[in-house]
């Protein structure tokens, strides 16, 4: 099972990113994906996270109305990808964002304790 994060940078306060993970080596299409971020210092939180069936999401307060989590599933059962679009960014969503996997698929939305299969990574840093 692999995840692979991509489209972070540097983008000035107000501006907008789109975050993708693109998973492969495991039927994804299968279980609900998370969107994680580590900022320097503190603890790894949770940010948003979206059913297999992508019709149903779910957000952390600090970024509901500004963070879109979406999914195709329209590619082979190997892969699929999960996307972060990120609106009116404020310094403070400075951080590491990482994706990660539901392991079990057997709760909605799933606790923090069943996403596994962590990706590496991507930065995202919002100037003021």
């Known amino acids: 099972a692999q995840l692979v994060e991509s489209g972070g940078g540097l983008v000035q306060a107000g501006g907008s990113l789109r975050l993708s993970c693109a998973a492969s080596?495991?039927?994804?299409?299968?279980?609900?994906m998370g969107w994680f971020r580590q900022a320097p210092g503190k603890e790894r939180e949770f940010v948003a996270a979206?059913?297999?069936?992508?019709?149903?999401?779910?957000?952390?307060?600090s970024v509901k109305g500004r963070f879109t989590i979406s999914r195709d599933n329209a590619k082979s059962t190997a892969e699929n990808t999960v996307f972060l679009r990120m609106n009116s960014l404020k310094p403070e969503d400075t951080a590491v964002y990482y994706c990660a996997a539901d392991r079990y698929g057997s709760s909605w939305p799933p606790p923090r304790a069943d996403f596994g299969s962590w990706g590496q990574g991507t930065q995202v840093t919002v100037s003021s």
């Open positions: 080596g495991r039927t994804f299409r299968s279980y609900a």
């Open positions: 979206i059913r297999w069936s992508g019709d149903s999401t779910y957000y952390a307060d």
